[in-house]
């Protein structure tokens, strides 16, 4: 009898538990933050030096006195969507998130490009650390988040970034197969208006022309396949609503040491319907 109900009791408890997880991935439970009367949790606007330009961010401050994790928040193009829901419950779990807006783009001053956009991380990286005191940033623990161009980004910085480990890239914008079969200018502005692929519109101080010549120029450079063994000792998440990236999830998957995650959702770009699973699958990745 006793052993009967043993079973009976660790059959209920697996089934509650395994009934809790899928739950856990799909909703999420936000409670309200007890201050810290000393340090309270808070937000502060940023103006981070990169290259002869100050640009434009904010923090979102963890509760307490303590150095804080952060996640770096990288926003896609033109950056419509900042992930700032991720942001708000990450600080709830003791984590500083960093927003900022690249050169040229969305107030920042100076040019926009996209390799200008990678060095941006790297500044915003170095100001981190000379601030960190201020910041209350654990510098030994900065995890970089970007989204469609902001992907791109995320992994291209990593390369620069020995001390930062970790990179989340969510729906990354494979800007190399978008031009790889471009030649010409009348071409390349004609792809570039494209609203599939970024549209012409956004608020830059810079050209379609002058922000595409580049990569017409130097398409290796925007190959991240070519980039697998710089990425090989980090931790990557790769996150996407297509499978266009498949061919360089298995590059990088290949070379990868330590830890590399690919998953494809049913979704749209900016995964309007999954931002609880999105989220969940984040904080447990910071949490690895």
């Not at 790297?122 to 623990?141: E, H, P, Q, Y």
Request: aromatic share 12%; proline share 3%.
């Amino acid at each position: 009898m006793k052993k009967t109900l043993a079973i009976f009791l660790t059959t209920f408890i697996f089934f509650i538990s395994i009934n809790a997880y899928a739950q856990s991935s799909d909703s999420i439970v936000l409670r309200d933050i007890s201050w810290d009367k000393d340090a309270p949790a808070g937000s502060s606007e940023l103006f981070i030096p990169s290259g002869n330009s100050m640009i434009a961010g904010f923090i979102y401050k963890a509760n307490g006195a303590q150095k804080h994790p952060t996640l770096i928040l990288l926003h896609g193009y033109p950056g419509n969507e900042r992930n700032l829901d991720l942001a708000q419950v990450v600080r709830a779990q003791g984590w500083n998130a960093i927003y900022f807006d690249y050169r040229g783009s969305w107030g920042s001053q100076g040019q926009f490009s996209f390799t200008n956009c990678v060095q941006d991380v790297v500044n915003v990286v170095s100001f981190c650390k000379k601030n960190a005191g201020a910041l209350r940033i654990d510098t030994s623990n900065i995890v970089l988040f970007g989204h469609s161009l902001g992907g791109w980004v995320c992994l291209k910085a990593l390369q620069q970034l020995p001390g930062i480990t970790k990179g989340f890239a969510l729906s990354t914008w494979d800007i190399y197969s978008d031009y790889k079969d471009v030649h010409t200018e009348q071409a390349m502005l004609a792809k570039a208006k494209d609203p599939n692929t970024g549209g012409e519109y956004f608020v830059l101080n810079a050209s379609l022309k002058q922000i595409y010549e580049p990569v017409i120029a130097n398409l290796p450079y925007f190959n991240l396949e070519n980039d697998t063994a710089a990425l090989a000792n980090k931790q990557i998440i790769m996150l996407d609503e297509h499978n266009g990236n498949k061919a360089l999830a298995e590059a990088i998957h290949t070379t990868n040491h330590n830890y590399f995650d690919y998953e494809v959702w049913q979704t749209d770009h900016p995964f309007t319907n999954r931002r609880a699973s999105l989220i969940n699958k984040v904080l447990t990745f910071l949490d690895r």
